[in-house]
């Protein structure tokens, strides 16, 4: 191998083996800051070795020795102390005394609780929602500060720091690095769900930039809740999560029109949604099904993805189902948005009188002050009842509302059909 | 992106042997590490050629030539379905693949992307292809 190749190869074991190695080496050090240290400590020696020695056969492995070997140095020498904050100190010297032992135990089968930790770690309710994004997609993810950057349309800068802020933050928290138990678990898991959901969404559909869909960020999450799923196979969410992911995910194709423009849902050509990732949304959802029967929130949502996902044309859509499904969502977690897509539903299922009758509830909502969907929503329920001069206003508001581009030109355009067409 | 892992069939697979134990377990542990990566897919084995046919095609003419099929490297005996960030994880996933050979001595897999129909220019035959599920 040429070195530009043993560095590209570098980058696709930092990609598989990173979250491994650092989860491994929190446990040992108790820090997610000093780990992250050590791993990248063992990434530049891999960087400086492999060019000439070659790959080794299992680089994961040669990381965690590596980068082990630094800990064991860096822990007898007591300079993890300096490096690590002073609140940690004391903590640190007790593990001290036996640093190999704890080497040891922490690197045994513990893999994948280590990553479920690093992943509690880095979603920990301490963090600021972005904070917690940013350290999930650089710690567990394996994506530079800069791709996040990129990702997110914010300046490299700016992550950079939300990085090092949420690292502070984290060490002053005296965060324990553990998986939570009892009555903890479920809220902690919550914040874990969220944040990929967010990734995902942030993905699905921007909320700002000139592209509606970033489809490696939809992917990256896809990873990290397939990883979860593996992790916590016995949280009936976390397979709802999945499944309402891939189920969204196999639209992707479909939902953007040749020049970048966005395509809804009833619109899509259904020959080009992709029949393996409904698949194993499905199966997710099967999975999802809670011991006792029911579904949770995601598990609802992605239930309702499935009856789109069953329909092999528009028509065919199960709308009455989809009423329901919406209305056990506004039981267990009611929201205006979950509001107003019951009011779709009702639209589809009754009629754009019933729809509209609910969407009239919400336009005095303060949750949804500046939330283009809801004039855009309105806006297709009047067009459809005929009233077109007010249909024509709530396009032109919702498309003043949204910061996306190409959703703003698809929203604009339909103003002008409802402006000419139907006069 | 998606990559498929070919594994070539040999003797043993065209022969119906069953992999043995330590196989099953090694391509377990595998497709287990791929599962916790959250880059598989799908995978699965095919059966021996003997219970499949070829169509062979001479202008409009077709004839049927029932299996086996001599040529074992040529032929599959299964496949894995991984989604990676880029073409070098692929390949570092795929160095990892145990030695899919029975006998534990020569084996050979095989890894291609797969497309997206958008590699292809527009065509109305890209098209119909969408609308039959195979995008």
């Known amino acids: 191998m040429t070195t530009p190749d043993v560095h590209r190869a570098i980058d696709a074991v930092w990609r598989i083996e990173s979250a491994k190695v650092i989860a491994g080496l929190t446990r040992i050090t108790g820090d997610v800051g000093t780990a992250e240290d050590l791993a990248q400590d063992a990434l530049v020696a891999a960087l400086e070795r492999w060019p000439e020695s070659g790959v080794p056969d299992n680089p994961g492995a040669w990381l965690m020795a590596t980068a082990k070997n630094r800990a064991i140095d860096v822990l007898r020498r007591g300079k993890l102390l300096e490096r690590k904050h002073e609140e940690l100190g004391h903590e640190l010297e007790a593990r001290q005394e036996s640093p190999e032992r704890e080497l040891a135990a922490a690197l045994d089968d513990h893999v994948g609780d280590d990553l479920l930790s690093l992943m509690f770690t880095a979603c920990h309710p301490v963090l600021a929602t972005e904070a917690r994004t940013a350290l999930t997609l650089r710690l567990l993810g394996g994506l530079t500060t800069d791709e996040i950057a990129r990702a997110f349309l914010v300046p490299k800068a700016t992550i950079a720091q939300r990085i090092v802020r949420a690292k502070r933050t984290l060490a002053a928290a005296r965060v324990p690095f553990e998986v939570p138990r009892g009555a903890e678990l479920a809220a902690r898991l919550a914040s874990v769900l969220e944040v990929i959901y967010l990734v995902f969404n942030e993905g699905y559909s921007a909320t700002a930039g000139d592209d509606w869909m970033r489809p490696a960020l939809c992917e990256d999450a896809l990873r990290l809740g397939r990883i979860l799923a593996d992790l916590v196979p016995q949280e009936p969410e976390v397979h709802g999560l999945v499944a309402l992911m891939e189920l969204q995910a196999s639209r992707s194709g479909a939902r953007v029109g040749p020049s970048g423009e966005p395509i809804l849902l009833l619109d899509q050509d259904r020959g080009r949604w992709d029949h393996l990732l409904i698949r194993r949304g499905l199966a997710a959802l099967q999975r999802a099904e809670a011991p006792g029967g029911g579904y949770g929130p995601y598990a609802l949502q992605a239930a309702i993805a499935a009856c789109h996902a069953s329909a092999r044309t528009p028509e065919e859509t199960d709308w009455t189902r989809i009423v329901a499904l919406y209305d056990a969502l506004a039981q267990l977690q009611p929201s205006p948005v979950v509001e107003l897509n019951r009011a779709v539903a009702l639209g589809m299922a009754f009629g754009p009188a019933a729809g509209l009758e609910v969407v009239d509830t919400l336009t005095s909502e303060p949750a949804l002050e500046g939330y283009h969907l809801l004039p855009a929503v309105r806006g297709d329920l009047l067009d459809k009842l005929g009233r077109f001069a007010e249909a024509r206003a709530e396009f032109e508001r919702a498309a003043s509302l949204t910061r996306n581009a190409r959703e703003r030109t698809l929203l604009l355009e339909r103003a002008a059909r409802a402006r000419v067409d139907r006069r | ?135």
Do not use: C
């Open chain 2, 1 to 135: 992106m998606r990559f498929m892992i070919v594994v070539k069939a040999t003797k043993e697979s065209e022969a119906g042997v069953l992999p043995h134990e330590k196989m099953l377990t090694d391509m377990a542990k595998y497709h287990e590490e791929l599962q916790k990566a959250g880059v598989l897919l799908d995978a699965s084995g095919l059966q021996a050629s003997a219970k499949g046919w070829r169509i062979k095609y001479s202008g409009q003419k077709r004839t049927v030539v029932d299996g086996p099929f001599a040529e074992a490297k040529e032929l599959i005996a299964g496949y894995t379905m991984i989604q990676v960030k880029s073409k070098d994880e692929a390949m570092e996933w795929a160095r990892r693949f145990p030695n899919p050979a029975l006998d534990g001595t020569e084996g050979e897999i095989e890894v291609r992307q797969l497309f997206e129909l958008d590699d292809f220019g527009p065509s109305e035959a890209v098209e119909r292809f969408r609308k039959i599920d195979v995008g």
